[in-house]
């Protein structure tokens, strides 16, 4: 094997990456594995980290080896490893958990008080070899396409959301068609949605969400959100809001829009504090409201394996580019023009 490999890093407090050469890394316990990846794909984390915004600013420590969405196969194991093998093609849970605080004991490890991100807080992905826990590893199943599990990070995010609604014969509304609430379009289709309404002012990503099966786009920036839906639900409104923007307007047209006792799941992340009137839009409509964070461990791993295996959803229209590691910052330009789903890289 190789002493150096292919990465990409962030190593300087400023807008950009470098790629470069880094050392191969090595095993440190008998508890983890060495993966040599095969394809990995650009997260807006990633995006956030190029661009260096305030949130990198507060999380990133430099040098950081980027990158927690891939798959890959295993060519070394810890002694302790007994559930995969070498040859093994595998992604992963790049949130490495305590198993010690609260929310872990409780079986909530996704909310983990001491989570540790691959990718962000430690080496990740956007490498030749990545050094992963075995407890961390998703096998690869037969009959999925492979290149999707380069994407099971967000494709988790958005399964997580939809399944923390009430969405089997219910309405759903998802603000905000990024790559994750395109998916959530096609997830919310399988799981029955009688009608998946679809608000986001880019029109590339607008097409996205119609190629994954929601029922009806709108352009909130040409039309009048609030109005629409009211007039296509005969003034009920809708059953679920899926918030996926983290844009205060889509959030205050939801919450317009959402039935009484209906379903708010946030996914979107606010760059300021959100000023909202809670009487009228949630306490005296009994609105139900769930924060998401991460995929839950490993429940909604299974549920993964499971919508794809069905063969009622497809990932392909949200997969839009493929690069060489080396052309990152092309993938990472055109998502930053909005022009771009998940950008895979080689």
């Known amino acids: ?102 929310m872990c004991r409780t079986g909530k490890a996704h909310l983990c008080e001491h989570v540790v991100i691959l990718g962000v807080d430690g080496p990740g992905a956007f490498a030749d070899y990545v050094v992963v826990p075995a407890l961390n590893l998703w096998k690869v199943k037969p009959g999925i396409p492979e290149e999707y599990f380069a994407i099971y990070d967000p494709f988790g995010n958005a399964v997580h959301t939809v399944f923390e609604g009430d969405i089997p014969t219910k309405s759903v509304l998802i603000t905000g068609a990024g790559p994750i609430g395109a998916m959530a379009a096609g997830i919310a289709k399988a799981a029955g949605a009688s009608k998946v309404f679809v608000s986001e002012i880019n029109d590339y990503r607008r097409e996205m969400a119609g190629k994954m ?13 609030v109005e629409k839906v009211m007039d296509l639900t005969g003034g009920e409104g809708v059953d679920n809001i899926l918030e996926m923007s983290g844009a205060q307007p889509a ?32 306490i005296f409509k009994g609105i139900t409201i769930k924060g998401i964070n991460g995929r839950k461990m490993f429940d909604t791993w299974y549920r993964m394996d499971g919508l794809l295996q069905t063969g009622k959803i497809d990932l392909a229209p949200v997969i839009t580019h493929h690069f060489p590691m080396e052309e990152i910052e092309k993938g990472l330009l055109l998502m930053e023009e909005g022009k771009a789903g998940k950008v895979i890289l080689s």
């Not at 915004?53 to 194991?77: C, D, M």
């Not at 205050?252 to 006792?261: E, F, Q, S, Y």
């Open 1 to 102: 094997m190789a002493k150096t490999m292919r990465a990409v890093i962030k190593s300087s407090k400023e807008r950009g990456i470098t790629v470069t050469e880094a050392p191969v890394p090595t095993i440190k316990n008998d508890d983890e594995v060495l993966i040599k990846v095969h394809k990995r794909a650009i997260c807006g984390t990633d995006l956030h980290i190029y661009q260096w915004n305030a949130w990198s600013q507060n999380r990133i420590k430099t040098p950081v080896i980027l990158g927690h969405e891939f798959y890959g196969e295993i060519v070394e194991a810890g002694r302790n490893v007994h559930t995969y093998k070498v040859g093994d093609l595998v992604t992963a849970e790049m949130h490495v958990v305590c198993n010690q605080c609260a």
């Open 213 to 225: 099966g929601a029922d009806v786009l709108i352009n909130p920036a040409k039309e009048n959100l």
């Open 251 to 282: 959030l205050k047209d939801g919450l317009k829009v959402i039935k009484k006792a209906g379903n708010l799941v946030l996914l979107g992340i606010y760059n300021n504090d959100v000023t909202l009137d809670f009487n009228e839009a949630i």
